[in-house]
């Protein structure tokens, strides 16, 4: 199938549910990370940069193109970066289901990744949102 065929089939998958479940954000969640993989940039979300399983209980910072690395942060630490996350939220991600106490979480790291990979230009959908 080519990219365009899986890109339409998906955004034609995800209005589906959107109409069915309109406050589930998993929904844009999952279809931000499958949109990631259509376009080459799949994530790393089983293993550490040093192949070793995420663990949920530890803190990762994502780097692009590269993986997840293990790092300690304070946990009174309030707002964290984007590309810094939690080892349970990777877990969620790889199963691609994904609870709503890890939403904001989701939606901050998989922004901050598209976001990086367009090279800080914006989404279309955002600037014509954002005009209105």
Do not use: C
């Not at 994502?62 to 990777?90: A, C, F, K, M």
Request: charged residues 20%.
């Amino acid at each position: 199938m080519s990219p365009e065929t899986e890109l339409f089939s998906l955004y034609e998958h995800t209005l589906d549910a959107m109409s069915a479940h309109p406050q589930d954000e998993a929904v844009l969640r999952l279809f931000e990370l499958e949109l990631l993989d259509i376009v080459g940039h799949s994530l790393q979300l089983e293993h550490d940069i040093h192949h070793q399983p995420i663990s949920t209980q530890a803190y990762y910072r994502y780097q692009p193109g590269i993986g997840p690395t293990e790092i300690s942060i304070n946990h009174s630490v309030g707002h964290l970066p984007w590309d810094i996350v939690n080892g349970r939220l990777l877990k969620q991600l790889s199963l691609r289901a994904l609870p709503e106490q890890d939403w904001p979480q989701a939606k901050s790291f998989l922004r901050g990744l598209i976001k990086y990979y367009m090279d800080g230009k914006p989404l279309m959908t955002r600037r014509l949102l954002s005009n209105k």
